[in-house]
T-cell receptor, first 116, second 111 residues
Framework: GAVVSQHPSRVICKSGTSVKIECRSL??????MFWYRQFPKQSLMLMAT?????????EQGVEKDKFLINHASLTLSTLTVTSAHPEDSSFYIC????????????FGSGTRLTVV | QKEVEQDPGPLSVPEGAIVSLNCTYS??????FMWYRQYSRKGPELLMY????GNKEDGRFTAQVDKSSKYISLFIRDSQPSDSATYLC???????????FGAGTILRVKS
């Protein structure tokens, strides 16, 4: 089945620095990828839809300048958390759908970000 | 009212029991329905994917969709301790559209 690789799985950074998270579709092309945020014991909250070759579409309340999304190729989308603060600490997950497949959306393994 | 309602549980069952997990939704435009399993600190893993109404079976898992009632279910037969996880229902209105998730149900299967 479709595989989505997400890196890093865990990152600790200092407040004020930026962190980049990568999401790759390994065996399929994904024109659209999605970025989610998940707080402890809560469901996934969609942050933005990443479109290859165009600007991302952000959900209401998500700061575009803080969460920069780049989808430069059909297999790679990146999320950069800029000027991170402790309140940005969370579990970030990406997903993609194999356009040629018949399965649902495949998720990455997630990135646990801790800002100290 | 949320678009997708799911009882967060926790639901505790003995090993070997049949588990029934459910979600209701309000948006009649939803056409694609999914169930995901998520272990702690891991990404969601797709269990079942169905389009429109009907049943789908895969091993110990059966997914049911009743669009007339706006109700979907996931049944797990012969539950195992390894099935202990959070189960998330998700749905979308169109192919490739964004998913709307339920809150997730915590399932605990005791040996």
């Amino acid at each position: 089945g479709a595989v989505v690789s997400q890196h890093p799985s865990r990152v600790i950074c200092k407040s004020g620095t930026s962190v980049k998270i990568e999401c790759r579709s390994l065996d399929f092309q994904a024109t659209t990828m999605f970025w989610y945020r998940q707080f402890p014991k809560q469901s996934l909250m969609l942050m933005a839809t990443s479109n290859e070759g165009s600007k991302a579409t952000y959900e209401q309340g998500v700061e575009k300048d803080k969460f920069l999304i780049n989808h430069a190729s059909l297999t790679l989308s990146t999320l950069t958390v800029t000027s991170a603060h402790p309140e940005d600490s969370s579990f970030y997950i990406c997903s993609a759908r194999d356009q040629g497949g018949e399965d649902g959306y495949t998720f990455g393994s997630g990135t646990r970000l801790t800002v100290v | 009212q949320k678009e997708v309602e799911q009882d967060p549980g926790p639901l505790s069952v003995p090993e070997g029991a049949i588990v029934s997990l459910n979600c209701t939704y309000s948006n009649s435009a939803f056409q694609y329905f999914m169930w995901y399993r998520q272990y702690s600190r891991k990404g969601p893993e797709l269990l079942m994917y169905t389009y429109s109404s009907g049943n789908k079976e895969d091993g110990r898992f059966t997914a049911q969709v009743d669009k007339s009632s706006k109700y979907i279910s996931l049944f797990i037969r012969d539950s195992q301790p390894s099935d202990s996880a959070t189960y998330l229902c998700a749905m979308s209105a169109g192919y490739g559209n964004k998913l709307v998730f339920g809150a997730g149900t915590i399932l605990r299967v005791k040996s």
